[in-house]
């Protein structure tokens, strides 16, 4: 039996179902082994009064802090924060937040190692807590956590020096290892481990249909999943709409960039044929990407989106950037269009996809070596061999 506890900043709660549903689903499958025993610990970062009486924060703090979330066991500790503060002594916060509770829950039943889901502030609240236990532990950068946080002034050295300690790591692509590497972190540490799709909910269905059933017209259709931050690139395609005067845009995500992109919308003339739904919820996801035509993400930076892979197993072709590991997914023509982050450079690629639309079942097939049973076994297979190999060095392919 390996006993792991897993610590993730990024964990749904019912105030927040969809925040780091990639963290929980590949927690669920790790679990769901017969050989594992996992805990989990989502801590929630609150800032001190007045600002925690913010509704977004209010919700927070009043969620359980500890609960039975779809199997797993949760705790969800509470730490301090300051909103603006750049990450300054988040990991710190974080660990002296959570050291307590880790040290109850491992003297009651022992763990094998500390499993930290983001590199920041996971990642060196991981390592002080490991230090605190004698307890091996991994980290895994999925983006932001290297794209930004591993260079920003205040977090990079806490980064650093949790990939240089961490007993092992894992990276969502070979394009992130490659930046973990630029780091200056060893590359011997680092397994590349691909995310998962679910292939049953996520499959090809009749758009016309689809497309009626969500209120579209019959149309072209582009949908686009992602945050509403500069970093996503939806400016760019809201620009490339303007180059596509039949088609409707979908944006499903929410962020502080849409107020400028409805802006932008209505400047360009688009605002007819951008809708923005919001934040919907995961298992609404497959509709969306199946009913549209192309799905677009012209990320600034990735590691390997979730969505990109959602998207392919929907049938559905991919227009993104070279962001992170796009290269790594595209192993044959009819996944998409890899393109510059310009908008006629967009608008003609998806206009391509338009006129001569891929098979389905031939863009599906670009996803078929995402499968959660994948992902479970590769990260079963990491974590493991931190405990068999503490007394000697990793060494991956």
């Known amino acids: 039996m390996l006993r792991i506890l897993t610590l993730a900043s990024l964990f749904p709660d019912v105030s927040r179902p969809v925040f780091g549903v990639f963290v929980e689903r590949q927690t669920l499958g790790l679990a769901a082994r017969d050989d594992v025993d996992l805990t989990v610990i989502a801590p929630l970062g609150i800032p001190p009064w007045p600002l925690a009486r913010h509704p977004r924060y209010r919700a927070l703090a009043q969620l359980p802090r500890l609960e039975n979330w779809k199997g797993l066991t949760v705790h969800r500790p509470r730490f301090p924060v300051i909103p603006g503060g750049k990450g300054l002594s988040s990991a710190a916060l974080l660990a002296r937040a959570v050291l307590p509770l880790a040290r109850r829950l491992h003297a009651h039943k022992p763990f094998d190692l500390i499993d930290a889901q983001f590199f920041f502030p996971d990642g060196p609240a991981a390592m002080r807590i490991a230090q605190a236990l004698g307890l091996p532990f991994s980290v895994k950068a999925r983006g932001a956590d290297i794209h930004h946080w591993g260079h920003q002034r205040w977090t990079a050295g806490e980064v650093r020096a949790a990939g240089m300690a961490a007993d092992g790591l894992l990276a969502v692509s070979a394009a992130m290892k490659r930046d973990m590497v630029a780091l200056g972190i060893a590359p011997e540490k680092i397994r590349v481990h691909y995310t998962g799709v679910d292939l049953d909910a996520f499959h090809p269905g009749d758009r016309a249909t689809l497309k009626a059933e969500m209120g579209f017209d019959s149309g072209p259709l582009i949908a686009s999943v992602g945050a509403l931050i500069p970093r996503k690139g939806q400016k760019l395609l809201i620009e490339a709409l303007v180059a596509l005067p039949r088609a409707t845009l979908a944006l499903a995500g929410q962020g502080p960039d849409r107020g400028a992109l409805e802006a932008l919308a209505r400047e360009r003339g688009v605002a007819g044929r951008v809708h923005f739904l919001g934040n919907i919820p995961h298992e609404a996801l497959p509709h969306l990407l199946a009913a549209a035509d192309v799905m677009a993400l012209p990320s600034a930076s990735e590691g390997l989106a979730n969505a990109w892979v959602e998207a392919l197993a929907c049938g559905t072709p991919i227009v993104i950037s070279s962001a992170g590991g796009a290269a790594e997914l595209f192993d ?62 990793l060494s991956y392919d």
Not at 341 to 363: M, N, T, W, Y
Not at 364 to 379: E, V
């Open 332 to 393: 044959r023509p009819e996944a998409g269009r890899i393109v510059p982050r310009e908008p006629l450079a967009i608008a003609g690629a998806i206009a391509e996809l338009l006129a001569d639309p891929p098979e389905a079942e031939a863009v599906r097939a670009t996803a078929g070596r995402f499968t959660w049973a994948a992902n479970s076994a590769a990260l079963f297979d990491h974590l493991s061999g931190l405990k068999r190999r503490q007394a000697a060095p």
